[in-house]
């Protein structure tokens, strides 16, 4: 159609734009959509054609508005067949193509995916092609919650570790650990943050031994605190008692026995089932001002109260016994009790029966020394063999033990402390992992310390302590023949006691402002009952004065006789008011 003059322009514009319109609706709109995924999941944009009626058609995917002709950005594009070219191996056609389904799958897609995208399907013919816009915003979450197991398990500490999770799109910035006993509730947990992100391994220490706790854990990012990680329920290995047997007591029965009582140590104290007690006992020679060999026995740990008949004894003799309570793990401290004498033997008894007694007690003793012996080798005396044995591999092999690392105290945080090390001199073989020790800054090195162990290409260690105070610490390094001497001792604080100290405080604090709180309500309740009653007293002393004013105002010198008397009146008003 030709449209003439500028009478017909009007009608001919509006037809242009009639078609416009009409194309736009029929074949070549863009529609478009919103979509909302998280951090970490596969997403896919829709967008088909019907394939049965235009047959296999090339389709590319953009990000931004689709242009006038192709798209922008292209991150995946097809022939209608197959995919001809992608930016990413995260972009995929997951669908039939041959059907018509050109769908955009993004496989675990990041905040930085968010945006527009823009599919075109290339229909042939003007102002043809299927246009398809969507939005897609990805949204950052929490972190999935960690999955903890246990390392290594000791007397007084274990060691758990851990493996990176999703970080639900920001990185992680801490980690939280909770430990509580197992019979105790989640609310009497320690709570220990740990500010090193990158940490895969922990180790608490100063824990108590036979003692079982529950321990978990959360991951957090800035958009919050993961779930609960798996609990770990973790059993301390078995130690030697840390106390003595209690309430001992010798009581002489006859010349020739004594009987002993005592009760186990304390619980707390016990750090495993008690197996059994050694009882030690020899002879005191008052001539010779010394004590003569020790005999010992075994019993069987049964009862709350146990007992035992010292027997074979000397008649009129002092004896000194010790008890000691065992576990599996070892041997605890001795008790002991005053010596005790035997009682004084009555001379009834004939020649031969006596000399039957002395050779049966003679047999006992050696009986019990043998036994003793035994025992005692494989408790007490086990450590000082096997230092022996490494003496004599040390100066027949005349190897080089490697040197010791130089420790360095990198962070305390709350309970928490951090330690860095640095390797020595391997020595005639590599090395092959490090320990440390760790005990109270007043105790003995050879008493209740605590030891971890660490592989050899670890060089840094984040530990819990659970008791909070004053500590030593020390490292060796190790090697297939020999370990090296201590290296450079740390004493640190922890600084729990400090958190304390504070929280004492702001309590106090906090007393003080309600102590207050109370004065100013109590003055404000007086408040209210004394300004109302000025109020009033004031109010009638103003009316009385104003009233008393207006009376002497009125005074006047008019004096009247009446027949009752005489009337006298002084004021300004005249005589008819009154």
């Known amino acids: 159609m030709i449209c003439l003059g500028n009478r017909h322009l009007p009608v001919c514009l509006s037809l242009f734009l009639c078609l416009l319109l009409g194309f736009s609706t029929f074949s070549g709109g863009v529609s478009a959509q919103g979509i909302i995924a998280t951090v970490g999941t596969d997403v896919t944009l829709a967008c088909n054609y019907n394939a049965k009626y235009y047959g296999k058609l090339p389709t590319c995917w953009g990000r931004g508005p689709i242009p006038n002709s192709g798209c922008n950005n292209v991150v995946i594009k097809s022939d209608g067949t197959s995919v001809t070219s992608r930016l990413s191996e995260r972009y995929l056609f997951m669908g039939d193509l041959s059907a018509g ?284 063999t096997a230092v022996t044995h490494w003496e004599d591999i040390t100066d027949i092999s005349t190897s080089v033990p490697p040197d010791p690392p130089v420790v360095e105290l990198k962070e305390v945080r709350g309970n928490a402390f951090s330690l860095l090390w640095t390797p020595g001199f391997e020595g005639d073989s590599p090395i092959t992992g490090y320990y440390l020790e760790y005990k109270a800054v007043h105790a003995l090195w050879d008493y209740t310390k605590t030891v971890l162990d660490f592989s050899p290409n670890q060089t840094e260690a984040t530990i819990i302590e659970m008791n909070p105070s004053t500590y030593n610490v020390r490292m060796f390094a190790k090697n297939s023949l020999a370990t090296s001497k201590a290296s450079n001792i740390l004493t640190i604080t922890t600084g729990e006691s400090g958190q304390r100290t504070i929280d004492l405080v702001t309590t106090v604090s906090t007393d003080t402002h309600a102590a207050a709180s109370v004065d100013e309500s109590q003055s404000g309740h007086l408040t209210a009952i004394v300004v109302p009653v000025v109020l009033v007293v004031l109010t009638v002393a103003v009316v009385t004065a104003w009233q008393l004013r207006r009376i002497k105002q009125k005074k006047g010198s008019l004096s009247m006789w009446l027949p009752g008397g005489a009337l006298r009146y002084r004021g300004p008003e005249s005589l008819q008011e009154l």
Not at 153 to 178: N, Q
Not at 183 to 192: R, V
Not at 323 to 339: D, E, V, W, Y
Request: charged content about 25%; glycine content about 4%.
């Open 101 to 384: 389904d050109v769908s955009l799958t993004i496989r675990q897609v990041e905040e930085g995916d968010s945006g527009m995208y823009g599919c075109r399907v290339e229909i042939p013919g003007w102002f043809n092609d299927h246009k398809h816009e969507q939005t897609l915003t990805v949204m950052a979450v929490r972190p999935n919650p960690v999955k903890v197991e246990t390392r290594e398990v000791k007397e007084r500490a274990f060691t758990v570790r851990w493996t990176p999770v999703f970080d639900g799109g920001r990185p992680i910035t801490s980690y939280r650990i909770d430990i509580k006993n197992k019979q105790a509730s989640w609310d009497t947990a320690i709570t220990t943050e740990i500010s090193n992100p990158e940490l895969t391994q922990m180790s608490l220490v100063d824990l108590r031994p036979a003692k079982t706790y529950n321990l978990r854990m959360f991951a957090t990012n800035s958009m919050g605190m993961s779930e609960a990680s798996n609990v770990l329920t973790v059993t301390t290995k078995e130690a030697a008692p840390d106390g003595p047997p209690l309430d001992m007591e010798l009581v002489a029965l006859s010349p020739q026995s004594i009987k002993v009582t005592w009760k186990p140590p304390r619980l707390e104290q016990r750090n495993g089932v008690l197996r059994s007690y050694s009882i030690s006992y020899r002879e005191y020679d008052p001539e010779g001002r010394q004590f003569k060999r020790w005999q010992h026995l075994s019993v069987s740990a049964t009862r709350e109260v146990e007992s035992i008949i010292l027997g074979n004894l000397k008649p009129s003799t002092r004896y000194g016994v010790i008890i000691q309570a065992k576990t599996n793990a070892g041997i605890g401290p001795a008790s002991s009790a005053p010596l005790c004498s035997t009682l004084e033997e009555v001379h009834r008894t004939t020649t031969p029966s006596t000399s039957m007694s002395a050779s049966t007690a003679a047999t006992l003793l050696i009986e019990d020394s043998t036994s003793f012996t035994s025992v005692h080798t494989t408790t007490t005396d086990k450590p000082v």
